[in-house]
């Protein structure tokens, strides 16, 4: 038979385990570059549609009258065993981007948020975010000119951030550095799980 | 005299709104869909089938599991369309969708089995 759908017992792939990890920071801050560097595909593109009052269109009801308007979306993917898949989402860090990350950060092991430290207010909003809504998060201080302006510590100040966030350097261009951003923040990620537990 | 085509440019929008997609429905049914959930075909596509054009396509990608979010990409559907697609296509028992696992704080072994497999990369 031409159709008649899939035999159940001929498709046995097994459906594997999908984790997310955000990667989120200001406009230019590298973030597709980072995902790029360590995906084993080339970045993908999505969109959401949203209305004109930036809600996310899960519903579309009403959107004959709205206009709408669409906010895209990076994302890469790392198969770490057959049955274990991450997934990176390089996502718009400006505050009016939030509702997004909502269904975004759901569920999500954590997110890096990457930071130019010439324009280091940039990442302001989404340490706002990843903070008020306890996700496990690091700083990624992208240095991919070369040159460090400023000491690590002084960035830490700089970010108010507690001295448990993790803050590295990372050059985003480069998949072993990129792939150390993505380690540090999944050992993070435990340590905060432990320190929930004991607590 | 005015050249017709002119009004198809980028600023005039989409030519196709998303609800012309999803047969009028407005939101996906059942609980919240996922962007890493996985959607599966439960059968092929075949010309009994009253499906879509996006439905078949949906149903033609999926005889091993696949993210929304990939079909998203590959398919060239926004998310919020997407997710009405396969809730429907799943109401009528074409597909099957596979709840991602929330390894966010909840399942340690994961988190482990995450850090090992990023360091040997």
């Known amino acids: 038979m031409a159709y008649g759908g899939y035999d159940q017992g001929s498709a046995t792939a097994v459906t594997p385990v999908t984790v997310k990890i955000l990667v989120a920071g200001g406009f230019g801050a590298g ?16 969109e959401e549609t949203l209305s004109e009052r930036s809600e996310l269109v899960d519903s579309l009801y009403g959107v004959e009258q709205k206009s709408t308007t669409t906010v895209a979306m990076d994302f890469g993917r790392i198969t770490i065993r057959d049955d274990l898949v991450v997934y990176l989402f390089g996502t718009p860090g400006q505050r009016r981007f939030w509702f997004m990350w909502d269904d975004l950060s759901y569920g999500a092991l954590g ?26 998060f690091i700083v990624a201080v992208n240095s991919f000119d070369g040159t460090q302006h400023h000491s690590l510590e002084t960035i830490t100040q700089a970010l108010s951030l507690s ?11 480069h998949r072993a550095s990129s792939r150390d951003v993505l380690v540090t923040l999944a050992e993070h990620a435990i340590a905060r799980h432990h320190h929930a537990q004991f607590a | 005299m005015q ?31 996922d962007l890493i959930d996985m959607v599966r075909a439960v059968r092929a596509a075949g ?47 074409l597909v099957t969708i596979h ?7 909840s399942d340690l072994k994961i988190l482990q089995e995450v850090v090992d497999g990023l360091r040997r990369l």
């Open chain 1, 31 to 46: 973030k597709t570059t980072l995902v790029g560097s360590v995906s084993e595909i080339r970045p993908l593109r999505t």
């Open chain 1, 111 to 136: 997110a890096v948020v990457l930071a130019d430290e010439r324009r280091l207010a940039d990442c302001f909003p989404s340490i706002d975010y990843f903070e008020r809504n306890k996700i496990p």
């Open chain 1, 163 to 173: 001295g448990r966030v993790p803050v590295i350097r990372c050059d985003a261009r």
């Open chain 2, 3 to 33: 050249h017709e085509d002119e009004w198809f440019d980028g600023d005039a929008g989409p030519v196709v709104r998303p609800y012309a997609l999803t047969g009028g429905l407005t939101r996906p049914s059942g609980e919240r869909l």
């Open chain 2, 47 to 93: 010309r009994s089938l009253p499906l879509s054009p996006e439905q078949a396509d949906v149903l033609e990608r999926c005889p091993i599991p696949v993210t929304l979010v990939e079909l998203s990409a590959d398919l060239n559907l926004p998310i919020g369309v997407l997710k009405i697609l396969v809730s429907d296509m799943r109401d009528r028992g």
């Open chain 2, 99 to 105: 709840r991602s696992k929330s390894a966010g704080l």
